[in-house]
């Protein structure tokens, strides 16, 4: 079920997506009175699942969704359309509108995709506003990825700075370091202030295990809530709403951190939960399943810390979404330029890692707050890399645009079809990567 929800929630958000980024080809191709010959959501080889034709536009939904187009007619795209092409120019065609024109048509997707974001980001900060905890207001310090053990890091640790940076929340520390190669961790421990150092070439390692998170906040463990199906061995034992667990037979276990990986080692047998219950210690026999749970949930952050919340006005939002789309612009090309290595290239992702990001039910409270956020994020980097000056990509064909546009010519047709070609290859190697590593991760 949870691989379900992940799928159509990623479908549903790659639909926005293209749709909008087509549209904002077809709209100033019909503008400049150029003849669009078809516009696909998804992708239609062989046959497609609907069409319908009106004017001079086939209209229809492919049964490969992975994305969309629309062929232009004139154009030198993917479909390589070359007997076309051999034909006298015609006025409505591509090729005999005027470069800017062309220009236009061909930015008009990415121009789309960012208004888009922009947009989604505004509208997200003016229903739900922003909502976070400062770290200053972590008061149990921090647990750390086992990773940072051997750097010199220790679970209740509170850091200050790093390089001149005063990171204001949990996320801007982990940017910090591996976006902008911030090496010098200022902390704090037992009222103590020292520094850690990391290597130069950390940002690699973090890259070749995959890691997503090198801290977060370290919480207790309340129980907030017990899963009410009779498998669970919570709901069969004497656990209650609000017991604090502090241990697991004689392991202490003060905080979550410490409690999630240590009941892994009981999976499948009896144990005694260790719980203050109303001032007093008490031992609650329970089982564990398979999995390593027992079927309890945690309170929240906000009951066990001063979160920061900003609301936002509808005209305030506008200004604040710009900057959340732009922040997450320039995080996304500083993470791109890490692609370009061994370590970074075992991170490229398909629709399995783009599945990912989304929640895994439907009835999550958050969870339309966070599949607009995530559509918001993919928005962005379909315009960037739409950008990018890559044959095949709208980025190509305005790098010969603008090149035609400064020499006054154009480069012949024989030449776009063989640029067409390469980066067509080029996408497909990367497409490929992408798969084979989503594949690995799944395995």
Not at 138 to 145: E, N, P, Q, S, T
Not at 259 to 287: H, M, W, Y
Not at 382 to 391: D, E, G, Q, R, T
């Amino acid at each position: 079920m949870e691989i379900f929800v992940k799928a159509v929630s990623l479908i549903m958000s790659l639909s926005i997506l293209v749709l909008l980024h087509e549209m904002g080809h077809f709209i100033p191709a019909r503008l400049f009175k150029t003849k669009v010959e078809k516009f696909y959501l998804f992708f239609d080889p062989w046959f497609s699942l609907f069409k319908y034709k009106k004017g001079d536009t086939e209209y229809g939904i492919g049964w490969l969704p992975f994305g969309g187009y629309v062929k232009i007619a004139g154009m030198i795209d993917e479909s390589m359309d070359k007997e076309a092409m051999k034909e006298e120019p015609k006025p409505w065609e591509f090729r005999s509108k005027p470069a800017w024109q062309r220009l236009i048509i061909m930015l008009g997707g990415v121009t789309v995709n960012a208004l888009l974001a922009w947009a989604i980001y505004s509208m997200s900060l003016f229903t739900w506003g922003e909502e976070f905890l400062p770290l200053e207001n972590a008061k149990y310090g921090l647990a750390c990825d086992s990773m940072m053990y051997e750097y010199g890091f220790k679970d209740g640790d509170k850091i200050i700075a790093v390089d001149s940076v005063h990171p204001k929340e949990l996320r801007d520390v982990t940017k910090t370091i591996i976006l902008d190669g911030g090496r010098n961790v200022s902390i704090e421990r037992n009222g103590k202030d020292s520094v850690i150092v990391l290597p130069e070439d950390f940002h690699k390692r973090i890259l070749s295990e995959h890691k997503a998170m090198l801290f977060m906040p370290r919480v207790p463990f309340v129980i907030d809530s017990i899963i009410q199906i009779d498998t669970m061995p919570a709901y069969n034992s004497k656990l209650q709403k609000n017991d604090q667990i502090i241990g697991i037979n004689k392991i202490p276990t003060p905080f979550f951190q410490d409690f999630a990986p240590n009941i892994k080692k009981f999976a499948g047998k009896k144990v005694d939960i260790v719980v203050l219950r109303n001032g007093d210690t008490v031992a609650v026999s329970c089982g564990v399943t398979a999995a390593g749970t027992i079927g309890v949930g945690n309170k929240g952050l906000d009951k066990y810390f001063a979160l920061e919340k900003h609301e936002y006005t509808f005209l305030q939002s506008i200004p604040a979404g710009l900057n959340s789309a732009t922040d997450q612009l320039v995080g996304y090309v500083k993470q791109f330029k890490l692609l370009f290595s061994k370590e970074g290239a075992s991170n490229l992702g398909s629709f399995g890692t783009l599945g990912s990001l989304f929640p895994a039910s439907f009835s999550d409270a958050d969870y339309w707050f966070k599949f607009w956020n995530i559509t918001a994020l993919l928005s962005v980097i379909l315009a960037f890399m739409n950008l990018l000056p890559i044959p095949a990509l709208d980025g190509g064909h305005v790098m010969f645009l603008l090149y035609e546009m400064i020499m006054k010519k154009k480069p012949s047709e024989k030449f776009m079809e063989y640029a067409q070609m390469t980066g067509m290859i080029l996408l497909f190697g990367l497409m490929a990567l992408a798969l084979f590593n989503d594949i690995v991760r799944f395995w």
